[in-house]
């Protein structure tokens, strides 16, 4: 599993070789990436998209490496909400994990419709260490019903217990994305959804386009346990202020791809 001596982030694509069990690099990767979230001491992810994107993260020091399905689906010429053919979506994240040597977690979506066995043994078969699974349908919209949405999950952890496989799992929590109502209820429906993912064996919880302090700050005491916010490169809270609420880790979704794409576009019509 130790790359060799003379590796480098610059020097190409790091492979741990065929010998290797990609089911073994993500369970050994698991234990790693769970203890990076720390709540005050948050984990930063800014998401990546392909190999190079990647080895960008790992080489600028981050302790983990974390995809943006919405970055890859466009890079792979899919539009997001589980419009790329799983195999795709399995072989760009399985080209990462070979790429890097430190964890790295999924954005799963919502499972792209596999069963929770196959679902935890084809994503273990790509090295991955973790993976975000979101409670909206991504094609309507619509939020999943709790209970529905926690039974899911603890069959997710149950397939990985039964596999013998260890995998970080991030709750998305879409109320503030595609819930109703006033911002209050809003929160109240996300909180108790984050109680029910825990309950059910989610390592964390992902309240994405929760940023509002006071409300993450409450967010965070309600939930009891690790909280992932979106993060903003450009605007909106500071890694130290998500800090001193309590998060326990930032991700920064598709926004450092699309940030990319806008600076290739200035640059092309530069010419």
């Known amino acids: 599993m130790t790359p060799p001596s003379d590796w480098s982030p610059g020097a190409g694509p790091w492979s741990p070789g065929a010998g290797v069990d990609p089911t073994a690099t993500a369970t050994s990767h698991a234990a790693t990436l769970r203890a990076l979230h720390r709540p005050g001491h ?26 943006s399905s919405a970055a890859v689906a466009d890079t792979l010429g899919y539009a997001d909400g ?92 879409d109320s503030f994305l595609n819930g109703t109502g006033t911002p209050e209820a809003q929160l109240a429906d ?24 006071p409300m993450i700050r409450s967010f965070v005491a309600e939930a009891g346990s690790p909280v992932n916010i979106l993060g903003r490169p450009d605007a909106g809270p500071a890694p130290a202020e998500l800090a001193a609420c309590g998060v326990a880790r930032i991700s920064y979704g598709s926004r450092m791809h699309a940030t990319v794409q806008a600076h290739l576009a200035a640059l092309v019509a530069s010419l």
Request: hydrophobic residues 50%.
């Open 82 to 173: 589980e419009a790329t053919p799983v195999g795709e979506m399995l072989d760009a994240i399985a080209r990462i994990v070979r790429a890097v040597r430190v964890p790295v977690t999924a954005d799963f979506e919502r499972g792209y419709r596999l069963r929770p066995a196959e679902l935890v043994e084809r994503l273990a078969a790509t090295g991955a260490a973790g993976c975000n699974l979101e409670d909206s349908d991504p094609i309507t919209g619509a939020m999943i019903d709790p209970a529905r949405q926690a039974a899911f999950l603890a069959a997710v952890r149950d397939a990985a217990r039964s596999a013998g496989v260890d995998l970080v799992v991030n709750a998305r929590i």
């Open 190 to 213: 996300a909180a108790d959804r984050a109680r029910q993912y825990f309950a059910a064996g989610a390592d964390c919880v992902y309240p994405i386009l929760l940023a509002d302090l």
């Open 42 to 67: 948050p984990l930063l992810l800014p998401n990546a998209w392909d190999v190079p994107s990647a080895r960008i993260v790992e080489a600028t020091g981050f302790g983990a490496v974390a995809t």
